[in-house]
């Protein structure tokens, strides 16, 4: 494993399926009656959030409590920051603390590489979402739902997406998620479709490695999986469609459209949902739906992930041999 994890596109196809595998093992915790792991006993992880967050805080921290490590938890909001401190400084405040890892949360794209390179602070860097650059933990975390629904859970082991065909659909111009799924996809073997308006589909993506669409029912029967990506308007400064109703007709996923897949085929959503805007209720609530899976999911990803950036062993296989010996002292 590399030292930081900041992009999708820094991990290679074994890097990848390392962290799936990993999380797999730690997936199992979940089921156990006292959910916790002594891999990162007396280690300190700070999240760094200058970003509003629930489920990526969130589950962030129940994985460094579930290995055992202690938990600094930094909102911009009631900090120096709201007094103009810089990023800079807030980097240094926690490397003099003595910090052994950052799990960083910013508006700015390419805040958390800076912090990794800089110097600032001699320690591992998770990106936990940077502007609309890059989501590396929710690509994870979506692979590894696609893997278990589409591969299955001890027969995905050891394995990648090879042949799969993943739809995004929606606000791809400003998803962070979009560029670390297409990224991950395309590393795992998957086949990538992009649909989208034609405003909101990003300069330059015909360089990414995925195929462009604006028809979202001719690609609908080929998908094994289809995202549905959030309308983000806090991110918008202009009009990229006419109105809410003419977007959802056009790009939203109703039960119709789900007729059209594939009877094994999945629907995904990052969140938070906007009900009857780019999905329905119906959809929402099927059993097709992995939501909640996904947020599962994230946890036991990013169990791996810290599991191997903080010391973890250099195979999965090893990783609950490990953690039961230190279990049983």
């Known amino acids: 494993m590399m030292r930081h994890l900041i992009s999708a596109a820094d991990l290679t196809r074994d890097d990848a399926v390392l962290i799936l595998d990993t999380a797999e093992e730690m997936a199992r915790v979940a089921d156990r009656p006292i959910k916790k792991l002594p891999a990162l006993r007396g280690r300190t992880i700070c999240n760094l959030f200058f970003e509003d967050s629930t489920r990526t805080r969130i589950s962030f921290e129940a994985a460094e409590k579930r290995l055992s490590a202690d938990v600094i938890n930094f909102a911009a909001k009631g900090s120096s920051v709201s007094k103009g401190e810089s990023l800079k400084d807030t980097a240094q405040t926690l490397e003099a603390m003595g910090v052994d890892a950052v799990v960083i949360r910013h508006g700015a794209s390419g805040a958390p590489y800076r ?7 001699d320690a591992p860097v998770v990106n936990a979402g940077d502007g609309t650059h890059q989501h590396p933990t929710q690509a994870l975390l979506d692979a590894f739902t696609m893997r278990r629904r589409l591969v299955g859970r001890d027969e995905g082991l050891g394995k990648d ?34 649909v989208a308006p034609p405003t909101l589909v990003p300069v330059g993506v015909e360089t990414w490695p995925c195929e462009i669409s604006y028809d979202l029912d001719s690609v609908l029967p080929k998908s094994d999986a289809v995202m549905m990506l959030r309308v983000q308007r806090e991110r918008m400064n202009a009009a990229f469609f006419p109105t ?86």
């Open 115 to 121: 912090l990794a390179t800089s110097g600032w602070i």
């Open 244 to 329: 809410e109703r003419e977007y959802s007709r056009r790009y939203g996923l109703d039960g119709d459209r789900m007729a059209k897949m594939p009877e094994h085929a999945i629907v995904m959503h990052p969140g938070p949902m906007v009900r009857g805007m780019e999905i329905t209720a119906e959809v929402a609530d099927s059993d097709r739906c992995t939501v909640i899976e996904q947020v599962a999911n994230g946890v036991s990803i990013r169990m791996a992930v810290l599991y191997l950036l903080l010391g973890g062993n250099d195979s999965a296989a090893t990783a609950p041999s490990t953690t039961r010996t230190e279990e049983s002292k």
């Open 161 to 194: 997406l090879n042949g799969r065909r993943i739809t995004i659909v929606g606000d791809v111009l400003h998803s962070r998620v979009a560029r670390s799924n297409v990224d991950l996809l395309h590393t795992l073997g998957a086949e990538v479709t992009l």
